[in-house]
């Protein structure tokens, strides 16, 4: 099975938003971790507040420290905005995702960024998982 790791700064918004809708589409079929290069107290609230609009739970989300061991063990790491502070580790394929920083946008600003990661996820899933039947898009029609 399939693992990919979505690493940001803070591991509030962005990895944790990829994370949820990797986890809601992939249905066991991708494993998904997040995690942070410098994770914060908790996950941004505006972004909690319009995931669980979304129907995504993110009370089981806690920010946490982004290891080389996490990476070594993934098959995938996408980075959301952490660049080179990002661990590198041989034979792990990466791929930069530049997407905005949600933490302390209003609403509007939130969901275009989950919008922008939703279709991201799907178009990762149907790589990894071509036979995968996905759900509809949370945010709607895309």
């Not at 962005?14 to 494993?31: D, K």
């Not at 669980?52 to 063990?73: F, N, Q, Y």
């Not at 098959?75 to 949600?102: K, M, Q, S």
């Amino acid at each position: 099975m399939p693992q990919v790791v979505f690493a940001c700064v803070r591991n509030g918004g962005r990895s944790v938003v990829a994370r949820l809708l990797t986890e809601h589409y992939a249905q066991g079929r991708v494993v998904a971790l997040s995690a942070g290069t410098q994770p914060g107290e908790h996950v941004h609230p505006e972004v909690a507040d319009a995931l669980e609009r979304l129907g995504l739970d993110t009370s089981r989300e806690h920010p946490k420290r982004l290891t080389p061991e996490m990476v070594a063990a993934s098959d995938l790491a996408i980075t959301l905005g952490c660049g080179e502070e990002c661990p590198y580790v041989p034979g792990v394929v990466y791929r930069d995702w530049p997407v905005d920083d949600p933490g302390g946008q209003d609403p509007a600003v939130v969901h275009r960024i989950i919008g922008d990661l939703d279709a991201r996820v799907r178009d990762l899933l149907h790589e990894l998982a071509p036979d995968l039947d996905l759900a509809p898009s949370v945010c709607g029609d895309r």
